[in-house]
Nanobody
Framework: QVQLVEAGGGLVEPGGSLRLSCAAS????????MSWYRQAPGKERELGAA????????NYADSVKGRFTISRDKAKNTVYLEMNSLKPEDTAVYYC?????????WGQGTQVTVST
């Protein structure tokens, strides 16, 4: 079992920045991949960015590539999502995800709203 707690969402103007954090607890040593997903109103949940535990390789959705950066602090069992040059279409609930074996664990989500 893994528990995930997100923080850092909020309201920001277009072009602004936010940093999300996801603190993991429990069987963190078994986590294979940690990711950030997002779900906008009326849309399906989509992958934004992911980082592997073994070698720190990252992967980004085309929509966020070059603007978002995922990183991890292994000592703190925390993953971050640095979001820059935010656009109104980035407005969504952002969810942290951890994969252990074939199981997915989710955080409660944090709202990010990009608006003037």
């Amino acid at each position: 079992q893994v528990q995930l707690v997100e923080a850092g969402g909020g309201l920001v103007e277009p072009g602004g920045s936010l940093r999300l954090s996801c603190a993991a607890s429990g069987l963190t040593f078994r986590i294979v991949i940690m990711s950030w997903y997002r779900q906008a109103p009326g849309k399906e949940r989509e992958l934004g960015a992911a980082v592997t535990s073994v070698n720190g390789n990252t992967n980004y959705a085309d929509s966020v590539k070059g603007r978002f950066t995922i990183s991890r602090d292994k000592a703190k069992n925390t993953v971050y999502l640095e979001m820059n040059s935010l656009k109104p279409e980035d407005t969504a609930v952002y969810y942290c995800n951890a994969v252990l074996g074939y199981k997915h664990y989710w955080g409660q989500g944090t709202q990010v709203t990009v608006s003037t």
